[in-house]
């Protein structure tokens, strides 16, 4: 059962511009949506996290939103830097044991 | 830099064969999870394991098999392996509390090739 969608597979944008990147979830009882950022040949790399009790969190160039009447969240990237390239994955916790992932947004940053 | 550590990084195995991958947990942390990644895929639930036992498993058969001992470190077996087998087999290491969804990371990963 995919719980949690990135309906979005791949996104190309300019360097210094803004990176959206949407993801779905249909179980309102998730606790926590993380975002994690992946390189080929290597283990996901946490970026950012919220509760869902909050709508907004915000780390460096990093901002998560959580709408939860729709059940959707975004990771927003200002400015996208070309290390940014990567596979970006969302990730959903439940009952404070299992993440519940979506299939990934290739991001691709060009110069 | 997570400081959870896995391995062996890469590995390949005959079917029918059994397979131990090995993870230490990050500092601090109580509660190793482990993944399978598929090619193209997200990370798959498999099991949890914190104060060492079981806490909580998804859908893989019961030959996926985990240990967690006194030092939060944990080990999952696999016992014959099948060609559908072959991923990338992450850890991730946690606090569990109340903020845990603050402080999952994840290891590198255990390449494991299945022929």
């Known amino acids: 059962d995919q719980q949690v969608k990135q309906n979005s597979p791949s996104l190309s944008v300019q360097e210094g511009r803004i990176s959206i990147l949407n993801c779905d979830y249909t179980n309102s009882m998730f606790d926590y949506f993380l975002w994690y950022k992946k390189y080929p040949a290597e283990g996901p790399t946490f970026l950012i996290s919220?509760?869902?009790?909050?709508d907004k969190n915000e780390d460096g160039r990093f901002t998560v939103f959580l709408n939860k009447s729709a059940k959707h969240l975004s990771l927003h990237i200002v400015p996208s830097q070309p290390g940014d390239s990567a596979v970006y994955f969302c990730?959903?916790?439940?009952?404070?044991?299992?993440?519940?992932f979506g299939a990934g947004t290739t991001v691709t940053v060009r110069a | 830099e997570t400081g959870v550590t896995q391995s062996p990084t890469h590995l390949i195995k005959t079917r029918g064969q059994q397979v131990t991958l090995r993870c230490s947990s990050q500092?601090?942390?109580?509660?190793v999870s482990w993944y399978q990644q598929a090619l193209g895929q997200g990370p798959q639930f498999i099991f949890q394991?914190?104060?060492?036992?079981?806490?909580g498993r998804g859908n893989f058969p019961p030959r996926f098999s985990g240990l967690q001992f006194p030092n939060y470190s944990s080990e999952l077996n696999v016992n014959a392996l099948e060609l559908d087998d072959s991923a990338l087999y992450l850890c991730?290491?946690?606090?569990?509390?109340?903020?845990?969804?603050?402080?999952?990371?994840f290891g590198e990963g255990s390449w494991l090739t299945v022929v």
């Open positions: 394991y914190y104060r060492e036992e079981e806490n």
């Open positions: 990730a959903a916790l439940l009952n404070d044991y299992k993440l519940s």
């Open positions: 919220i509760s869902s009790i909050k």
């Open positions: 500092s601090g942390h109580n509660t």
């Open positions: 991730a290491s946690s606090l569990k509390g109340p903020s845990s969804g603050n402080t999952i990371y």
